[in-house]
Structures are given as structure tokens and as C-alpha cells.
């Protein structure tokens, strides 16, 4: 709790209307969950103006209420308007504010880039613990931290639930909190002002265009994290990036590489793919150690080396480091094996850009299957530019394609399959379109024959298909599996 004046004391941009003694309890964005005290964000989000439920807020108890000018309707004089040029900005620092400003003690990473940030953040958890070293983890698959465990709805929450999340772990005795940062967080401003012990780009692919408009301004975006970085803290980069430079020259702090180039500073070297999963050297600073993974792709090996990298600039041991984080535990939806004791390799993965797609699909047909069989297909409301590229990326790496549909919201999926198939044409690929995602996955499965290989792209860990406004129950890792069992794949 905290007075509204004490709360916006010196914070830039901000005009505040009404009572300044007023008590704050919380800070929320949805009117339905406003209780007394709390002071209301009104802010305009894709689908609706939070102006609009002024006046519910309002009713339910609260006591202020943050908005861009003009003053909504329904802000009496009784209650607090606080006008901002930059509502999200200010949002953000009231909330660290509120918190106790939470990043000042905990070392925050900020893990960002078009793939892997999920992986990246689980395995630098797990590099972490093994050194005694408590982390906690927020992004895609939710916010957790020994018994704390919440679902994600945004792979970067809005700023009153990352600093929620950040106060609670702190108390808990985490030391550490790897958090996925997404270019829509970046954009909506949710971890502005927030202090950043280190921050780690995977790499840059082509995703979000809908969004940002341009693969510049996606870039300049990402690397508006590192722009964040004070001269104390650290990134880690992918030496093999296109981008490595410009990312380079945005922070303002100490650089520390990896990849598989011979100038990384920690380098993966003779990675070999095998069926239980790979075997390559990382070397690093005065570190040269053989590494088993139980995961076979090349880029999960760089994920390791830069969660190692990050881990190292943290104070952890390089070699428990790299012990940690080949030992974390399976991460649900990247390159799952699901194994009903079939004849052939069935995986699903949440490959649902075109570097991604074509990574895994390249993956499989390095352990040489007969046949790749490929179910996949193109979100709605998403980046349409990648729906054709995606297309011929299966044409041109799956024997078979199946294009369905994946989390159609409110377009027409049979609009976002055509686009898709535009790049699946002229491929040498056989491919069929089967709308039901659930049908697409027991066809794949009747084709299948011993010695090839099944991909379910897209939808990884999701455990919904979104059809309009609609959240509809559906796990590829479930669905794969029934259709394994019914067709007798294990006697």
C-alpha cells in the first residue's frame, strides 16, 4: 500500500487530479477485478478502450484512475485522475514502485530473440540451481518458481503481474529471474524501467510483421532491451547473427558471444546427432568439455552455450553450469517425442515461424527417415507475410504436408490456407489440406510406415486451438498420442 502521491512523486510525463492522500492498494488493467482502493489503468488495448469501463471501475471501489487525456467519462471528482502522456511507461514504474522495486536485489535476465527464448530460459534455470543458485523463470509457459506456479497468457506479463511475480519470488528466496521478453512486451512497454542484471538474444528470424510492420523496426524493437542495459550489467549475443553487430553496439555494457563461429566466445564445436539426442564440444573462456544433450538440434546446443554463458557471467562454475543445463528436465511442446511404442519417430514441436519450421524439419531429415511426414499449418491474425515462406519451406523439406489449420481466431482459415499453400505449389512435396487439426494428425498417423519420421508443427505446449474469441481444448501432444494408440502402435 502506498499514498497515490508518494507513488507518482518525480515520475516524468504525469499530472495528477483530485485527491493525493488517497491509499493505494493494487494497480490493475480489467475492471471486472478492481476491488476498493485500487487505482485503475485505462488503457487502450487491441480489442477495447479501457476509458470504457471507467465507470465500472469506478463502481467497484476505485480510488484512481491512470489514463491518457482527454479525462474519461465516469472519473468524478471524488476520485484520482492521473493524465500521462505515456500511460504504459507510467504504468510501469508506478507498479515498480508500488512493489518495492523488486529488480534492484533480484538479478533479472531478459532473454529475448525470434526462437528459443523458452528453451533459453528453462535451461538457464537449471544451469543456475545446479549451482545453488534458486531461479525462477517467466515467459511462454507461464510464471514458476518452487511451489509458485502460474499459466501464461502473455509470453511477457503486463507490469503489475511481472512485478506480483518478481515481489512474491523474491520473498520466496529466489536470487535469479530468467524472463522471456517478447517484442509485443517491448512495444506495450510492460518492462519499461526496469533494472536488468544481463539480457540474452537467441537469434533473429522473420516473425510479428503484423506488429511491427518491418523487419527494421522488429529489429530496432529487440533491441530496445539492450538499449536498457546499464554499464553494469551484461548480454550475451549469437556471434553467428546477421545482427550480432548492431546488437553489439546497442549495449552499452560488457558483450559475451556464442555460436558456431570460431570468434564466439563460447563455441559449440563437432556437434553429432544421434537418436537419444547429441554430443558436441562447448568451449569457453579456459573451458573445453564434452557435453551429452538429451535434445539432437544444433540450436538447442547454442541455447545451452548461451544459457552457460549467461550462468558463467553470473558467478555460476562453468562445469556444473554445463551439468545443469544438459540435465534439465523435457520442456513441454519443443521437439517432444511422443512414443506409444510405433515403428516410426513422432514429434511435436512448436515450430511456428519459417526459421523454426525449417530448423526442425531440417533436423529430421538429418536422421535420415524414409519419409517426413509434416501436419502444420498458420496462425490467424498473425504475420501473413510468413504464411507463404512457411509453405515452401515444407514443400521443399517434407515428403508429405498437411496443411491444417492452427489457431484460426477471427480470420477465415481456409483464407490463411490458401496463402499458405501459395508457397506449398511449386514444391516437390505431396500435400493435402485437412481442415480439423485433430483429423490432419490421425491421417498422418494412418500414413506413417516403419522408418519415417512425423512432425506436428506449431502449437508445441499450447493446449488450446483459438477459434474467434473462443479458446477451444486441444493438445497436439494428446491427440498425437491417441491416434498412435488407436491405430495399435503398441501391442
Known amino acids: 500500500m502506498m499514498l497515490l502521491g508518494d507513488l507518482l512523486h518525480d515520475l516524468p510525463g504525469t ?7 488517497c491509499s493505494i492498494q493494487r494497480i490493475v488493467l480489467d475492471s471486472r477485478m478492481v476491488q476498493p482502493g485500487d487505482l485503475f489503468a485505462a488503457l487502450e488495448g487491441e480489442r477495447s478502450n479501457g476509458k470504457l469501463f471507467v465507470d465500472e471501475a469506478v463502481h467497484r471501489g476505485a480510488v484512481a484512475v491512470l489514463s491518457a487525456p482527454p479525462k474519461p467519462p465516469g472519473c468524478n471528482s471524488s476520485v ?4 500521462c502522456e505515456h500511460p504504459r511507461r507510467t504504468l510501469a514504474l508506478m507498479v515498480r514502485r508500488l512493489h518495492g522495486a523488486p529488480d534492484e536485489r533480484l538479478s533479472v535476465i531478459g532473454i529475448t530473440g525470434t526462437d528459443g527464448k523458452t528453451t533459453t530460459a528453462h535451461l538457464l534455470s537449471s544451469a543456475l540451481f545446479a549451482n545453488g543458485i534458486p531461479t525462477a523463470i517467466s515467459g511462454t509457459l507461464g510464471q514458476s ?3 509458485i506456479g502460474e499459466g501464461a497468457v502473455l509470453t511477457t506479463p503486463e507490469a503489475p503481474e511481472l512485478y506480483a511475480f518478481l515481489s512474491e519470488v523474491e520473498r520466496e528466496g529466489a536470487q535469479v529471474a530468467a524472463m522471456e521478453v517478447s517484442s509485443a512486451g517491448l512495444v506495450a512497454d510492460r518492462t519499461y524501467g526496469m533494472r536488468f542484471a544481463g539480457a540474452v538474444l537467441t537469434g ?4 510479428h ?3 511491427h510492420g518491418s523487419q527494421e523496426a522488429y529489429l530496432a524493437v529487440k533491441r530496445r532491451l539492450f538499449q536498457q ?3 553494469g550489467a551484461f548480454a550475451v549475443l549469437p556471434r553467428d547473427c ?3 553487430e548492431s546488437f553489439a553496439q546497442a549495449a552499452a555494457c560488457p558483450k559475451v558471444s556464442f555460436g558456431l563461429d570460431a570468434n564466439a566466445d563460447w563455441r559449440v564445436v563437432d556437434h553429432k546427432s544421434h537418436i537419444g539426442g547429441a554430443t558436441f564440444r562447448l568451449t569457453g573462456p579456459d573451458f573445453d568439455e564434452e557435453v551429452h544433450f538429451d535434445r539432437p538440434a544444433d540450436w538447442d546446443a547454442l541455447n545451452l552455450a548461451a544459457a552457460v554463458a549467461a550462468a558463467v557471467q553470473l558467478g555460476a562454475d562453468p562445469s556444473m553450469a554445463v551439468r545443469g543445463a544438459a540435465a534439465c528436465p523435457p520442456i513441454p511442446g519443443r521437439w517432444e ?7 516410426f519417430a513422432a514429434i511435436v514441436d512448436y515450430a511456428h515461424t519459417p526459421q523454426a519450421l525449417e530448423r526442425a524439419l531440417g533436423q529430421l531429415r538429418a536422421m535420415k527417415p524414409s519419409r517426413v511426414i509434416l501436419v502444420f499449418g498458420c496462425g490467424g491474425d498473425r504475420d501473413r507475410e510468413k504464411r507463404p515462406l512457411m509453405g515452401r519451406i515444407a514443400a521443399e523439406l517434407a515428403d508429405m504436408v498437411i496443411l491444417t489449420d492452427d489457431n484460426p481466431r477471427q480470420e477465415n482459415p481456409e483464407q490463411i490456407a490458401r496463402e499458405t499453400a501459395a508457397g506449398l505449389k511449386d514444391g516437390p512435396a505431396e500435400w493435402r489440406r485437412i481442415a480439423s487439426r485433430e483429423e490432419a494428425i490421425a491421417h498422418a498417423v494412418a500414413l506413417a510406415r516403419p522408418g519415417e519420421a512425423l512432425l506436428v508443427a506449431g502449437k508445441g505446449h499450447e493446449t488450446w486451438q483459438e477459434i474467434g474469441h473462443r479458446r477451444e481444448p486441444f493438445d497436439d501432444r494428446e491427440v498425437l498420442a491417441e491416434a498412435l494408440r488407436t491405430v495399435g502402435a503398441r501391442s
Open 145 to 147: 518458481f518452487g511451489r
Open 15 to 21: 499530472r495528477l487530479r483530485g485527491p493525493r492522500r
Open 204 to 207: 533473429i528470424g522473420q516473425d
Open 209 to 211: 510483421l503484423d506488429l
Open 337 to 343: 517425442v511422443i512414443d506409444e511404442g510405433q515403428p
Open 242 to 244: 546477421a545482427e550480432y
Open 229 to 231: 542495459l546499464g554499464k
Open 80 to 83: 484520482a485522475w492521473i493524465e
